[in-house]
């Protein structure tokens, strides 16, 4: 029992003595590869073997590894929880608002668009009209023709014949509405031959096309501006020498006036002659037109406010009328002077 407890003690104090030598070994070589590097000026860095060796065998007992040491004392950059909830609901805080931004350019394009439509088809049709009227015959037996009951007229418009033709011809023109809140120009031809022009114009324009001249028009009104300050709607008694029944000798056709202008050698002693026609209209756009026929509240509300008021003040008439502003801005009055010849 004494011998193998003198043995055990033999074997423990070698091995610490071997510990211990082997670890001055280690620092001796390292500080001889330090000085070797300090002679020249320079300490060169351990080389990779030796701090191998060091992490391997100079150690300290119960130590961590250097490379151990190195990870566990390294920082890692990451955001927390409440950052990542902060930065996404920033984020869709400034989504909602470009998307309202957008939504607002979307529906202001659409107004717009729609209100373009509306003007646009409107100002076709008094583009038209005042065609017509600027090439109306106007002559001793011949002038513009008056519905006395609406705001329908007709006229004989001068334009050139068929190819090879050496004189004119007429066409006679009818502008009327119909119950679908259209403007209708209808058309025909009238030789130049004729014996009554007046009747010429009323009868001839039996050609009505598939397409109207305009759609959506909510209210169409026709006046005369005659010498002076003094305007008639296409409706009034003719009287004052704007109108009559009988031209210049020529019966009016059943149903309707002729205006007498500053034109005819006979009218030269007239005064308050008929000097031009003022075109007023009120239209609406396709998609807001469907929206406004299918609410008969809305129809009765607009159609009061027309019927009662003038022409000039339609445009007040409207935006005080009991419908939503919506189709307020949808409704555009539109006017137009054109000089009679």
Request: aromatic share 6%; charged share 15%.
């Amino acid at each position: 029992m004494k011998t193998c407890w003198i043995m055990d003690l033999g074997f423990w104090i070698g091995g610490r003595l071997m510990r211990r030598t082997s670890r001055h070994d280690c620092h001796d070589r390292n500080d001889r590869v330090r000085a070797e590097g300090s002679d020249k000026g320079i300490v060169p860095p351990l080389p990779r073997r030796f701090v191998h060796i060091a992490s391997a065998t100079c150690r300290p007992k119960g130590t961590m590894h250097l490379r151990h040491l190195n990870i566990s004392n390294r920082q890692v950059a990451a955001f927390t929880l409440v950052e990542l909830l902060t930065a996404t609901a920033i984020m869709a805080l400034i989504l909602v608002l470009l998307l309202q931004i957008l939504n607002g350019i979307l529906d202001s394009t659409r107004v717009q668009n729609q209100q373009m439509e509306a003007v646009g088809s409107a100002r076709r049709a008094l583009d038209v009209i005042a065609s017509d009227l600027r090439n109306a015959v106007i002559s001793e037996n011949s002038s513009i023709l008056t519905a006395g009951s609406s705001n329908s007229f007709a006229l004989l418009a001068a334009r050139r014949g068929t190819n090879g033709a050496t004189g004119h011809r007429y066409l006679a023109v009818l502008y009327s509405t119909n119950s679908s809140n259209q403007i209708i120009r209808s058309y025909g031809s009238s030789t130049f031959s004729g014996t009554n022009p007046l009747a010429d114009a009323a009868m001839n324009a039996t050609v009505t096309p598939f397409e109207p001249l305009a759609r959506g028009i909510l209210a169409f009104q026709a006046r005369i501006l005659a010498d002076g300050s003094n305007a008639y709607p296409l409706t009034a008694t003719p009287s004052g020498n704007w109108a009559t029944n009988n031209y210049n000798g020529v019966t009016s056709p059943s149903g309707w006036n002729t205006l007498i202008t500053r034109s005819p050698s006979f009218a030269a002693g007239l005064t308050n002659r008929a000097r031009a026609m003022d075109i007023w209209i009120v239209s609406i756009d396709d998609q807001n037109g469907r929206l406004f026929t299918n609410n008969s509240s809305w129809v009765t509300s607009v159609g009061t406010a027309l019927s009662g008021t003038n022409v000039t003040g339609w445009r007040s008439a409207i935006d005080g009328a009991a419908i939503p502003g919506r189709i307020k801005s949808a409704l555009r009055v539109l006017n137009k002077t054109i000089p009679l010849p």
